[in-house]
């Protein structure tokens, strides 16, 4: 069983430009979470999506959007990015119906120029 | 609101020494809280969680963490510490909409 996995690894990008972050989640999970992680700190929610609708939203600005398929994937999508948003970006999924334990894929690591 | 906070950012220990963990929580409904452990470059991992049952929760690896209402308190420990156990340890809160506020973490060194 294949758990949550992300792509691309490792994104280098520059200030202005735009970038899209991909997650598909544990087999059976319905619910996709985004989180990101700022080098020496903990992760901060973004957003949750269930039922390929934005459910929850943290302290996040405008540029940053998500989407959800109908077989659960889901994107994250960053605007006109700035040297703050270089992270690593943590996508997380559960099943909601059945527990309430979350599971993080590898990761996406997000540099900013 | 939900919230958590680790007490020490760092924490070094000898191989084959307890390893305590501190985590203080704020939650305005009944908690549910995890720790999860993050090993260099890679995603997280769920060591263990407390939703509401027996208030010691046994984990992977063999941590353990008790939840103490009283205190608002859910530390780790592991009794034995190896030196695979040398990796950041995060703390995090969520209520029944699935959404985790995590502690800043807490970095653990083992010494031979």
């Known amino acids: 069983d294949a758990g949550v996995t992300q792509s691309p690894t490792h994104l280098i990008k520059t200030r202005g430009q735009q970038v899209t972050l991909r997650c598909s989640p544990k087999s059976g999970h319905d619910t996709v979470s985004w989180y990101q992680q700022a080098l020496g700190q903990g992760p901060q929610f973004i957003f949750q999506?269930?039922?390929?609708?934005?459910?929850q939203r943290g302290n996040f600005p405008d540029r940053f959007s998500g989407h959800q398929f109908p077989n659960y994937s889901s994107e994250l999508n960053v605007n006109a990015l700035l040297l703050g948003d270089s992270a690593l970006y943590l996508c997380?999924?559960?099943?909601?119906?059945?527990?309430?334990?979350?599971?993080f894929g590898p990761g996406t690591r997000l540099t900013v120029l | 609101a939900q919230s958590v906070t680790q007490l020490g950012s760092h924490v070094s220990v000898s191989e084959g020494a307890l390893v305590l963990l501190r985590c203080n929580y704020s939650?305005?409904?009944?908690?549910?809280l995890f720790w999860y452990v993050q090993y260099p470059n890679q995603g997280l991992q769920l060591l263990l969680k407390y939703t509401s049952a027996a208030t010691l929760v046994k984990g992977i690896n063999g941590f353990e963490a008790e939840f103490k209402k009283s205190e608002t308190s859910f530390h780790l420990t592991k009794p034995s510490a190896h030196m695979s156990d040398a990796a950041e340890y995060f703390c995090?809160?969520?209520?029944?909409?699935?959404?985790?506020?995590f502690g800043a973490g807490t970095t653990v060194t083992v010494r031979a």
């Open positions: 999506y269930y039922e390929e609708e934005e459910r």
């Open positions: 939650s305005s409904v009944p908690p549910y």
């Open positions: 997380a999924s559960l099943e909601v119906s059945r527990t309430d334990t979350q599971y």
């Open positions: 995090a809160v969520s209520g029944e909409d699935y959404k985790l506020s």
